[in-house]
């Protein structure tokens, strides 16, 4: 039987209305005590209600900005890890060995600095999802065709990496150094991608693919480091417990877990959106995956 | 009191992983019948469950893949559709005279051929909402700082003009001249507004609440002539009674209708969002609205 979704239709666009309702009730107060009024005055001539009287599922308030209580998710932690595309064609090789080339510069960088590693690996896991959302986007605008759901699974999929990015920056500070080098890193990616993504979509999704599996791999030897005691298994940040719905007690081994599930999942979709194109399909022919962030 | 989200909670991974079990075993059905096998044999290696057996409300197969249930909303068309922003800076006037002196070669170019007119100002609206959202990504990953929920709101926003020209589409059938005029509209006004939005996201947030402004006022004239009779007021297309959660015997009225509203929100959080940077402030200091599309 198909599933139900329905309770997945209760309308976000209601709930917000309520919630306005109370934060139109605070904006007066706060007008009212008299500050920050200029800003409350232009919110509510645009009639612009803000998201901070969302609340938990506990009833506490809802503290993030930067993701709303209905992206949180339950990790699928049952997922194979141990997948892996076996390279047979050319470009399948071009793909395996450059992002194989790309993993020695990174080992020397970090050493077993696992924590640094996954904060900067982050800011580059980020880019792909958005370039390729962003031009299939445009390119359904210009051909006046739909997607079959990829630009949003693409879109899913960096929100969901920057979500990485948010949470490991409150385990790792990043060092001035590396901080530039992340704005040289993003300049070249981006740009390497983009093009790559324009020329071949095909060898784009592919080396992604092979990145989540590398990265798969990272994760696993940072969670053999938090086993063993060579790294602090440290509480679990704020953030990565309401995004990933952990228990309040979560450890920063929980959350590995469920970030090396995330890029599981990542590596699936990404293979299997370049399988799409090995068979000669564009991937609006074949429906996107859902909930696959 | 603020709203309670938690019925939002309901997580839809997990319905996911219920719809995920019956395509799996539809997909069984389809290899043992022994048509589409290929396809099923990656599909079950990559563990991707597609979104084909989603289901709407009344129990009925869910059609389209381009967007999913939860998507769907019903848009407040209780918004004050006459809100104006007075431009008073010479930033501000910049932006409407480029806006209005874009009206002249529209209205020249498309008369009252309000039907083409919406469909083609669609590949056109659902530009600024993708690049904003791409560059305040790229920015939050750069800087390792959160972006207060702006990047998805954007994001959302170019999806919701992406999905009024899916409606348009279907009510008017572009033309080769068209095609062409959107090609290149596209690369000038992506890459105008990519280092407009770099330079002065002030200025380009203003400029799109100025579109929206005459957005509202070109789809206000399409009503009129559908009222007047002078255009045929056809029975509304079946992705906008889905994605709009209109009656089953809305017409083309019923469309227009709620895709202005949508313009108003658009008009609404743009101009917000420029008075925040008018302000001296960065989007990320004041928490995105939610439910905008
Ligand atoms: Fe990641
Ligand atoms: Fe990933
Ligand atoms: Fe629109
Ligand atoms: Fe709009």
């Not at 809802?62 to 890890?81: G, V």
């Not at 510069?105 to 904060?119: E, H, L």
């Not at 990616?189 to 020329?199: D, E, K, S």
Request: hydrophobic share 40%.
């Amino acid at each position: 039987l198909p599933a139900v979704m329905v309770r997945l239709m209760s309308t976000a666009s209601e709930a917000n209305k309520e919630a306005a309702k109370g934060q139109g009730e605070a904006g007066k107060k706060e007008a009212a005590k008299g500050e920050g009024a200029k800003e409350v005055v232009i919110n509510s001539y645009w009639g612009i209600e803000q998201s901070n009287k969302l609340v938990r599922e506990d009833g506490t308030e809802w503290k993030w900005t930067c993701f709303r209580p209905w992206e949180t998710y339950t990790a699928d932690t049952s997922i194979d890890l141990t997948k892996h595309h076996e390279p047979k064609t050319m470009l399948d090789k071009i793909a395996y060995w450059t992002v194989k080339s790309l993993r020695f510069p990174t080992d020397i960088f970090f050493q077993r600095r696992y924590g640094c590693r996954a904060m900067m690996l982050e800011t580059v896991a980020a880019v792909p999802g958005m370039v390729g959302g962003m031009l299939l986007h445009l390119r359904s605008l210009r051909r006046f065709e739909q997607s079959g759901g990829w630009i949003r699974t693409l879109l899913e999929e960096a929100e969901n990496e920057r979500m990485h990015l948010m949470t490991f920056m409150e385990v790792a500070q990043p060092r001035w150094y590396e901080r530039a080098l992340v704005l040289a890193v993003q300049v070249v990616f981006f740009n390497a991608y983009f093009l790559g993504y324009l020329v071949s979509p095909k060898l784009a999704h592919r080396v992604v693919g092979y990145l989540e599996e590398e990265a798969i791999h990272s994760y696993t030897e940072y969670l053999r480091d938090l086993e063993s005691g060579k790294i602090a298994n440290v509480t679990a940040p704020a953030i990565a417990i309401d995004y990933w719905r952990l228990p309040a007690n979560a450890t920063l081994k929980d959350v590995v877990t469920v970030v090396r599930a995330d890029e599981a999942h990542h590596r699936d979709v990404n293979h299997f959106a370049s399988d799409i194109h090995y068979q000669g399909m564009q991937l609006k022919e074949s429906p996107a995956p859902i909930g696959y962030h």
